[in-house]
C-alpha cells in the first residue's frame, strides 16, 4: 500500500453528523481509534442571516438556502470527509404510539401494522416513508380484554409508528447532494438525541428538547419513545423576552440568553418563559406516570435552549427528580482543555452528536 493509499484510508475512518435545525445548521466529524470515537471538528451557523432574520429566530428557507449555508459550514468547520447521516427535524415528522393485534407470523405482524397505519397518518400511506417498532414490555403476556360476548382475550403490543413526508426526503437529499455529502441514512432527530444523551437502559427518562420554535418532550422507556409530546414555546421565544424587557436587540439578547442566562438581569423574562415550558413538561410527565403506574427516574435538558445559562439549577428547583443538562461530547474522546467548551455547547450539538455515533457504527 502506498502513502497514499494509507492517507486517503485513514481518511474514510472520519464521518460526519448533519444537523438541520430551524434556526441553525451543526456538523460533528468524529472518527474511531482504539474502538473509541475521537472528535475531529464541529461546527455551527445559524440559519437566521440566509433568510433575512435575526440569530437564534426560526426560519423557514429553501432548499438552495440552506444548502448555501452547510456548505459555507462545511468549509468554515474544516470538514474533511463527505460521508455522512442527516437529520429530520421532528416538526417534519409523525410519531404516534397505537396498540395493536399481536401476531406471532412477522410477515403477518407487518401487514396488521402497516394497515391499521392507515388509520393514523393525515396523508395516504403512498406519499410517506413508513417504519415502526414494537415497543417492550417488562410483562411479555399483555393481553386485552375480552369483549361481551366472552370470546377470548387477545394478545396486544404496543407500536411506535414513525412517519416521513417523501417532500421532506427529497428536499433533505437534494440539499446534500447539492452540498457535496453523501448521506447513507436521514434519522428524525428524536432517535439522534436519544443515542447521545440518554445512557438509561431500562427505567424511563424524560427528555426536554428546547428548540428554537418548539420544545419537544419525550419520555423513554427501554431505549424507545414511549411518549412524546410537542409545546409551542421554544428558545427563541426566550430570546424576544429578555429582548423587550431589555429594550435590546434580538442579537444582543440571543447572546445574553447564553452568556447570563437565569443568573442575572434577564431572571425574570427567562423564568417566566421556562415556567410555561417546564409546567406543560410536568404535566406531560405526570400524564406519562398515571397512565403507564411506573415513575420517571430522571430529566435530560437538550435543544438550543439548553445552553441557557443556569438553566439545570432552575430545572432543579421545579422538578423533584434528578435533572442533569445534557453533555453529548461525553460520548467522544477530546483534548481535555477544549471539555469547558464541549460540555457549555453541548446540548445544541446533541443530534450532531448521535448522527456521527450511528454512522461511525456503519464503519
Given at each position: 500500500?502506498?502513502?497514499?493509499?494509507?492517507?486517503?484510508?485513514?481518511?474514510?475512518?472520519?464521518?460526519?453528523?448533519?444537523?438541520?435545525?430551524?434556526?441553525?445548521?451543526?456538523?460533528?466529524?468524529?472518527?474511531?481509534?482504539?474502538?473509541?470515537?475521537?472528535?475531529?471538528?464541529?461546527?455551527?451557523?445559524?440559519?437566521?442571516?440566509?433568510?433575512?432574520?435575526?440569530v437564534g429566530?426560526?426560519?423557514?428557507?429553501?432548499?438552495?438556502?440552506?444548502?448555501?449555508?452547510?456548505?459555507?459550514?462545511?468549509?468554515?468547520?474544516?470538514?474533511?470527509?463527505?460521508?455522512?447521516?442527516?437529520?429530520?427535524?421532528?416538526?417534519?415528522?409523525?410519531?404516534?404510539?397505537?396498540?395493536?393485534?399481536?401476531?406471532?407470523?412477522?410477515?403477518?405482524?407487518?401487514?396488521?401494522?402497516?394497515?391499521?397505519?392507515?388509520?393514523?397518518?393525515?396523508?395516504?400511506?403512498?406519499?410517506?416513508?413508513?417504519?415502526?417498532?414494537?415497543?417492550?414490555?417488562?410483562?411479555?403476556?399483555?393481553?386485552?380484554?375480552?369483549?361481551?360476548?366472552?370470546?377470548?382475550?387477545?394478545?396486544?403490543?404496543?407500536?411506535?409508528?414513525?412517519?416521513?413526508?417523501?417532500?421532506?426526503?427529497?428536499?433533505?437529499?437534494?440539499?446534500?447532494?447539492?452540498?457535496?455529502?453523501i448521506a447513507?441514512?436521514?434519522?428524525?432527530?428524536?432517535?439522534?438525541?436519544?443515542?447521545?444523551?440518554?445512557?438509561?437502559?431500562?427505567?424511563?427518562?424524560?427528555?426536554?428538547?428546547?428548540?428554537?420554535?418548539?420544545?419537544?418532550?419525550?419520555?423513554?422507556?427501554?431505549?424507545?419513545?414511549?411518549?412524546?409530546?410537542?409545546?409551542?414555546?421554544?428558545?427563541?421565544?426566550?430570546?424576544?423576552?429578555?429582548?423587550?424587557?431589555?429594550?435590546?436587540?434580538?442579537?444582543?439578547?440571543?447572546?445574553?440568553?447564553?452568556?447570563?442566562?437565569?443568573?442575572?438581569?434577564?431572571?425574570?423574562?427567562?423564568?417566566?418563559?421556562?415556567?410555561?415550558?417546564?409546567?406543560?413538561?410536568?404535566?406531560?410527565?405526570?400524564?406519562?406516570?398515571?397512565?403507564?403506574?411506573?415513575?420517571?427516574?430522571?430529566?435530560?435538558?437538550?435543544?438550543?435552549g439548553g445552553?441557557?445559562?443556569?438553566?439545570?439549577?432552575?430545572?432543579?428547583?421545579?422538578?423533584?427528580?434528578?435533572?442533569?443538562?445534557?453533555?453529548?461530547?461525553?460520548?467522544?474522546?477530546?483534548?481535555?482543555?477544549?471539555?469547558?467548551?464541549?460540555?457549555?455547547?453541548?446540548?445544541?450539538?446533541?443530534?450532531?452528536?448521535?448522527?456521527?455515533?450511528?454512522?461511525?457504527?456503519?464503519?
Amino acid at each position: 500500500m502506498s502513502f497514499l493509499d494509507s492517507f486517503f484510508t485513514k481518511k474514510e475512518k472520519s464521518v460526519l453528523g448533519v444537523d438541520i435545525g430551524s434556526s441553525s445548521l451543526k456538523v460533528v466529524q468524529l472518527r474511531k481509534e482504539h474502538g473509541q470515537a475521537v472528535l475531529e471538528t464541529y461546527g455551527e451557523l445559524a440559519l437566521g442571516p440566509y433568510g433575512g432574520s435575526e440569530v437564534g429566530q426560526a426560519t423557514n428557507l429553501s432548499a438552495e438556502q440552506i444548502t448555501e449555508t452547510l456548505k459555507d459550514l462545511l468549509r468554515e468547520a474544516k470538514v474533511t470527509t463527505t460521508n455522512c447521516g442527516v437529520s429530520i427535524p421532528f416538526a417534519r415528522s409523525l410519531l404516534t404510539l397505537v396498540n395493536l393485534p399481536y401476531r406471532k407470523d412477522p410477515a403477518e405482524q407487518k401487514t396488521v401494522i402497516e394497515l391499521e397505519a392507515r388509520k393514523y397518518i393525515p396523508v395516504p400511506v403512498s406519499e410517506v416513508q413508513l417504519d415502526w417498532f414494537i415497543v417492550p414490555k417488562g410483562d411479555p403476556a399483555q393481553f386485552a380484554e375480552g369483549d361481551a360476548t366472552g370470546a377470548a382475550a387477545e394478545r396486544m403490543v404496543e407500536v411506535l409508528l414513525v412517519a416521513v413526508h417523501n417532500d421532506e426526503l427529497s428536499l433533505l437529499q437534494r440539499v446534500a447532494k447539492d452540498a457535496g455529502i453523501i448521506a447513507s441514512f436521514y434519522e428524525i432527530e428524536i432517535f439522534s438525541t436519544i443515542r447521545a444523551v440518554v445512557d438509561e437502559p431500562i427505567k424511563p427518562v424524560m427528555v426536554i428538547d428546547v428548540g428554537a420554535a418548539s420544545t419537544k418532550t419525550y419520555v423513554i422507556e427501554h431505549g424507545v419513545v414511549a411518549l412524546s409530546h410537542a409545546i409551542s414555546t421554544g428558545s427563541q421565544d426566550i430570546t424576544r423576552a429578555i429582548s423587550v424587557s431589555g429594550n435590546l436587540s434580538i442579537a444582543r439578547a440571543e447572546a445574553l440568553k447564553k452568556q447570563e442566562g437565569l443568573s442575572a438581569d434577564t431572571v425574570g423574562s427567562s423564568e417566566l418563559v421556562f415556567s410555561r415550558i417546564f409546567s406543560e413538561a410536568r404535566r406531560v410527565l405526570m400524564q406519562y406516570e398515571t397512565m403507564h403506574k411506573k415513575s420517571v427516574t430522571a430529566i435530560v435538558l437538550t435543544g438550543g435552549g439548553g445552553v441557557t445559562k443556569e438553566l439545570g439549577t432552575y430545572a432543579k428547583s421545579i422538578f423533584s427528580i434528578d435533572v442533569r443538562v445534557a453533555n453529548p461530547f461525553m460520548k467522544t474522546e477530546a483534548p481535555a482543555f477544549m471539555r469547558p467548551i464541549l460540555e457549555e455547547i453541548g446540548p445544541e450539538f446533541a443530534v450532531a452528536v448521535g448522527l456521527a455515533l450511528r454512522k461511525l457504527g456503519e464503519t
